[in-house]
């Protein structure tokens, strides 16, 4: 049983930072993609990040440039460093696991950017 655990959100002023972490349990193949999403009030989740086994990243056009993301594989780790917050950066955060067998996602964690 595969599972993701998320910590790190929390309440922060505009143009400040946080940093999101997800760490997967039980059997974890060595190829895979691990990322993260968001979903706000009212809208659809959608992809922030993504970090494959060998290091390639991608990311969503709205967060180019603030936010990073990168991965511990000795630990089955990602991070998500979040600088220069926005508003609208206001989400539920959820850790994401693709393998060869599905996806799994972890609980999410609440990011709230306040003016």
């Known amino acids: 049983q595969v599972q993701l655990v998320e910590s790190g959100g929390g309440l922060v002023q505009a143009g400040g930072s946080l940093r999101l972490s997800c760490r997967a349990t039980?059997?974890?193949?060595?190829?895979?993609?691990m990322g993260w999403y968001r979903q706000a009030p009212g809208k659809q989740r959608e992809l922030v990040a993504t970090?494959?086994?060998?290091?390639?990243?991608t990311y969503a056009d709205a967060v180019k440039g603030r936010l990073t993301i990168s991965r511990d594989s000795g630990k089955n780790t990602i991070y998500l460093q979040m600088n220069n917050l926005k508003l609208d950066d206001t989400a539920v955060y959820y850790c994401?696991?693709?393998?060869?067998?599905?996806?799994?996602w972890g609980q999410g964690t609440q990011v709230t950017v306040s003016s």
């Open positions: 994401n696991l693709e393998q060869r067998w599905g996806a799994t």
């Open positions: 970090i494959s086994n060998s290091g390639t990243t």
């Open positions: 039980g059997i974890i193949l060595s190829i895979n993609v």
